[in-house]
């Protein structure tokens, strides 16, 4: 059986494969179960298994197998630890890879995909807001799909928003300027893409911050009680998600100010495979914002899988 970890992994494909390759994925035609979430008994009630499998039409598939343990950082682990095994069309297994930087790429990717559609093509200051593990591979995401010159930084510790900033430094072409952001407020107002990451249960992104022509992504929060963007900024934009039922079973960012009344269900206008295959329209004017949720969905662990077990059993031959 193929074992590859993240080492491997990251040397195997880069972030623009992956949005291709996801941009192909939801063009076609899977079978994605909803997710299997589970609470994990013990002190923290917060704790959480998850089971995301995904499979393509000859039955070839794979699962995501997660665990979501919030105050791992505390005793220096990350939140979310993850594998993801690779099935044949026989239902035998052919790969194991290590799940959480799969995680990482096919995020970054879907929400690079997502701009693709969504922001202006003269996009030039990317807003990164957040310091965690998959920062810098949104950062990376974002660059790949637009001629982003400005990539600005912030994090609650300033200390964690420089070493965010040097890792990015190291994942996008020398000419982007990589800074901290001295202020949130500040960055956004002169934003065309603000890409949030973060771990917070409140919203961290104001509406009165936002310029027109602004796309938002928000990719942090995955349960109907946390929210990065505020009431504000989803009222004033065009509102699009990865998938219709995982936002609306677990994308806090539009299921309260749906159950408060602020939206309907008809402003969420489109999910990923919607604006692929042309059944929505993406951006339609420079001025207008739109806004991108995503809580992540099997179909991208499974794209992103197949690219990187064909790109290891093309790398095996090269090196035969």
Request: proline share 5%.
């Amino acid at each position: 059986m193929l074992m590859l970890d993240g080492a491997a992994i990251g040397r195997l494909v880069s972030i623009r494969q992956v949005v291709d390759c996801l941009e192909e994925a939801f063009r076609s035609d899977c079978l994605v179960p909803l997710r299997q979430v589970v609470a994990v008994p013990g002190a923290e009630p917060t704790r959480a298994f998850v089971s995301m499998p995904a499979f393509d039409p000859s039955g070839a598939g794979v699962v995501k197998i997660a665990t979501v343990f919030p105050r791992n950082p505390e005793k220096g682990k990350p939140t979310v630890q993850a594998i993801i095994i690779a099935f044949s069309d026989l239902g035998t297994p052919t790969a194991i890879l290590d799940g959480n930087v799969v995680t990482y790429l096919r995020t970054g990717a879907a929400s690079a995909l997502a701009s693709r559609y969504l922001s202006r093509l003269d996009s030039a200051h990317l807003v990164i807001i957040g310091t965690g593990e998959l920062a810098p591979t949104m950062a990376a995401a974002h660059c790949a799909v637009r001629a982003i010159r400005r990539v600005s930084v912030w994090g609650r510790r300033r200390e964690r928003a420089t070493a965010t900033a040097a890792t990015i430094r190291g994942r996008v072409d020398p000419a982007v300027r990589v800074v901290v952001a001295e202020a949130l407020d500040e960055a956004v107002r002169t934003a065309d893409i603000v890409s949030c990451a973060t771990s917070s249960a409140e919203p961290v992104l104001l509406g009165r911050w936002v310029r027109p022509g602004t796309f938002l992504d928000l990719v942090g929060s995955f349960s109907p009680a946390t929210r990065e963007a505020d009431d504000d900024a989803v009222s004033r934009a065009r509102l699009f998600v990865d998938t219709f039922e995982g936002a609306l079973a677990e994308a806090g960012d539009v299921i309260q100010p749906l159950r408060s009344g602020l939206i309907d269900r008809s402003r969420i206008e489109g999910e990923l495979a919607d604006l692929v295959q042309n059944r929505v329209a993406g951006r339609t004017s420079p001025e207008e914002i739109t806004l991108f949720k995503s809580v992540g969905t099997a179909i991208e662990d499974l794209a992103a899988t197949r690219l990187i077990v064909a790109a290891c059993g093309a790398s095996t031959q090269t090196h035969a």
